[in-house]
């Protein structure tokens, strides 16, 4: 190889300016074009799996292919090959359509592309990540040196809240693992918990039987003197009770557990208490609503996820806690080939992650673009469009067994109609709405949230006449 010369970098990979422009340009306007299409089709994915399958073939990937081709191609799978979160019409799971701000954040991180692992390589994204982190905290009426991240999930924050539990409740756990402790150790949440907990708990090693999914009152809320007495009969078994974790915000209902008995239960047996408020954590903005997570203050740890009722793209949780001196004790390690290692700042020394996206951004541009008030109005909103489609229901004949204040709403079709599956079914088949089927208190029911923010009075009357054809 001559080394007086280096060839050109690749032009596929690393082309010119001038193209670049070119393509970003097109790129905006074929995003624009195919959010408005979008709006005109079924919610439904309507893609031809098997010729999609056969077209994937072609891919060998042995020659390049032109670039704006590949871009046209991939925004046409994504069209017809989803479920439309971007649909007014998806009253789905917690996955909303991505707000402008964070989508314009995207943009900038993909182009700077900055590791996020220490503050020596990203001074200025780290301590922006840290301000926004804090004022999330201080909303939730957390003391000012609470401290956190931006996880991958609202999972990963469950999963440090569990790890921070066990280096706090023996700091021998570091070293030793569940071995540390004088018996087997258990975490408590309630039944109606979401489920990655069960992967939590085997993959931070206390097995899946330390999960204890503690009885819900008949609403849907942790029963809180269940927890209390499962606690105790723990404890005089020898087991270890390290996590108490109650929800701010179930998946299946929106309802929120009695979080301040929770905390004092919490307290009294010196375990660690965590609120998994990974959707409904959305509600502290609101003025109006902030009230309904009373008790979310006595948290040592939180989950919050921008990338469900805050609307971020994906992926774009944060774990939060009151004293954060334990995620550099749970996440210590040492790397002389980092550039810096200050251990109550960078990320690396304090997370479960390595290289890290510049997530932070997305939240960071979105509350700064809106600020308190406009996400408040944006939450509200949620609630409002979910008190239409409720009162619409009622006026039919439908009951409402959930009374969650946020925007989840629960419904079961009038005596005669067909099983609550079916009428799912067929809603989603007719491509008119999206809907999912829950359990609540062991029955299903019809889950309708809104995630959506631009959900009109047209889209709620078009979903409430798919669910009353489907009954
Ligand atoms: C209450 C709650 N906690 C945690 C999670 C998990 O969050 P993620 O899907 O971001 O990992 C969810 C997901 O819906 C949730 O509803």
Redo the contacts with the bound molecule.
């Keep these: 190889m001559p080394t007086d010369s280096i060839p050109p970098p690749v032009a596929a990979l690393f082309p010119a300016r001038g193209i670049r422009e070119r393509v970003d340009d097109r790129l905006t306007r074929a995003l624009a074009d195919a959010a408005e299409r979008v709006l005109d089709g079924p919610v439904m994915p309507d893609i031809d799996m098997p010729e999609l399958r056969r077209e994937l073939a072609t891919f060998d990937f042995a020659q390049p292919r032109p670039l704006e081709e590949l871009l046209d191609w991939a925004i046409g799978k994504l069209e017809h090959g989803t479920v439309h979160m971007t649909h007014p019409r998806y009253f789905g799971?917690?996955n909303p359509p991505a707000n402008f701000p964070s989508q314009c954040a995207d943009r900038i991180s993909g182009a700077f592309n900055p590791q996020l692992a220490s503050s020596g390589s990203s001074p200025a994204p780290v301590a922006l990540e840290q301000h926004v982190i804090r004022a999330i905290a201080l909303r939730a009426g957390l003391p000012a040196e609470s401290a956190g991240h931006f996880t991958t999930?609202?999972?990963?924050a469950?999963y440090t809240a569990l790890i921070c539990a066990l280096t706090r409740a023996d700091a021998r756990f570091a070293d030793e693992g569940v071995r540390a402790f004088s018996g087997p150790v258990a975490m408590y949440t309630s039944r109606e918990c979401?489920p990655?907990w069960h992967k939590i708990a085997h993959q931070a090693g206390i097995g899946r039987a330390a999960l204890r999914l503690i009885a819900t009152d008949g609403t849907g809320r942790m029963d809180a003197r269940a927890l209390a007495e499962a606690v105790r009969e723990d404890r005089r078994r020898g087991t270890v009770p390290v996590l108490i974790s109650a929800?701010a915000?179930?998946?299946g209902a929106g309802m929120v557990d009695p979080l301040e008995p929770c905390a004092t239960i919490a307290r009294e047996n010196n375990v660690w208490y965590h609120v998994?408020a990974?959707?409904g954590g959305a509600a502290l903005c609101s003025d109006r609503l902030r009230g309904e997570l009373a008790g979310i203050e006595l948290a040592d740890s939180l989950?919050i996820?921008a990338?469900?009722w805050l609307a971020t793209t994906m992926?774009c949780?944060m774990f939060i806690a009151r004293e954060p001196e334990i995620l550099s004790e749970a996440f210590r390690v040492g790397a002389e080939f980092m550039p810096s290692s200050a251990t109550s700042i960078d990320p690396y020394l304090n997370s479960m992650q390595w290289s890290r996206r510049f997530m932070g951004l997305r939240l960071f541009l979105s509350l700064a673009a809106a600020g308190w008030p406009g996400y408040g109005e944006h939450v509200e909103r949620a609630v409002q469009v979910i008190e239409c489609v409720k009162a619409r229901l009622l006026a039919r004949g439908w009951s409402i067994p959930n009374d969650s204040r946020l925007a989840v709403l629960c419904a079961l079709p009038p005596a005669g109609s067909a099983a609550v599956r079916e009428i799912v079914r067929k809603v989603l088949a007719s491509g008119r709405a999206w809907v999912a089927v829950a359990k609540l208190e062991g029955r299903d029911v019809v889950r309708i949230c809104a995630t959506h923010g631009e959900i009109a009075v047209a889209d709620v009357d078009e979903l409430v006449a798919a669910l009353e054809a489907a009954r």
């Design positions: 799971l917690f999930a609202g999972s990963e469950n979401q990655a929800t915000g179930t998946t998994d990974a959707w989950t996820d990338h469900k992926g949780g």
